[in-house]
């Protein structure tokens, strides 16, 4: 294999994979595969690595659930590294995170971006709240009085929408539509509905 491609596998046999969101682009983690995993992955058209503390291969989401359907995979000029673009079903990081790489060194500021994140950012924060409960939040509360009590939610702010809507006021449409996607997060949350799966299904609706 390592000859089809010209790869350039190291001393141990082993080659660094680096795993990427297919539609976000971001970087969700690094590992190591040999010509075996790299084989089981293009066969399944799931990610497989090899574990170098336990020496043996394992497949990512075999036991969380959290697979990454791969998409496409390149290597890069000095052939000694692999790019694995896949459509991950769950987080990427053993600590739960959406992606390994949370620890920041620096970052520049931009709010632009920051805004094009925002409904991600929010998904997080909300699901960081039913994980880690802080007294007095509006969030846990909800999640508190269960599933009758989101639902609830979800139907009365879907309502101000179409009142805000017939009252022709732009402002009231703008409130209350955040009201109403700020409720439908914690609903997916209390569902254990991730949005790459929401996104997954917009996909293939606007590719039909």
């Given at each position: 294999?390592?000859?089809e491609w010209?790869?350039k596998f190291d ?13 976000t ?6 590992a ?6 790299l084989e089981?992955?293009?066969e399944t058209k799931?990610?497989w690595?090899?574990s170098r503390?336990?020496?043996?291969l394992w497949?990512?989401g075999?036991?969380s659930g959290?697979?990454q359907i ?6 890069d000029c ?5 790019l ?8 990427a ?5 959406e992606t390994?790489?949370f620890?920041k060194?620096f970052e520049e500021?931009?709010?632009?971006n920051s805004?094009n994140?925002i409904?991600k950012?929010?998904y997080?924060?909300?699901?960081k ?7 007095g939040s509006?969030?846990?509360y909800?999640?508190e009085?269960?599933?009758d ?7 009365e ?5 179409i009142?805000?809507a017939?009252?022709d006021?732009?402002d009231?449409?703008?409130?209350e539509?955040?009201?109403?996607i700020?409720?439908?997060?914690v609903?997916?949350?209390e ?8 996104k ?8 039909k």
């Amino acid at each position: 294999m390592s000859k089809e491609w010209d790869l350039k596998f190291d001393e141990k046999g082993l080659i660094p994979a680096i795993v990427q969101d297919v539609n976000t682009k971001k970087v969700l983690m690094l590992a190591y595969m040999n010509e075996v995993s790299l084989e089981k992955t293009l066969e399944t058209k799931k990610t497989w690595f090899y574990s170098r503390s336990r020496k043996k291969l394992w497949n990512k989401g075999e036991t969380s659930g959290n697979y990454q359907i791969v998409k496409k995979i390149s290597y890069d000029c000095d052939q000694d590294t692999l790019l694995i673009e896949v459509i991950p079903l769950g987080n990427a990081c053993h600590t739960g995170s959406e992606t390994c790489f949370f620890n920041k060194v620096f970052e520049e500021e931009n709010k632009e971006n920051s805004k094009n994140e925002i409904i991600k950012k929010l998904y997080n924060r909300i699901q960081k709240r039913k994980e880690n409960p802080l007294e007095g939040s509006y969030t846990n509360y909800l999640f508190e009085k269960g599933i009758d009590k989101i639902l609830k939610k979800v139907g009365e702010e879907a309502s101000e929408v179409i009142i805000g809507a017939k009252n022709d006021n732009k402002d009231e449409m703008i409130y209350e539509v955040s009201d109403l996607i700020y409720h439908l997060l914690v609903l997916l949350i209390e569902k254990k509905i991730t949005m790459d799966e929401i996104k997954e299904e917009l996909w293939n609706r606007y590719n039909k």
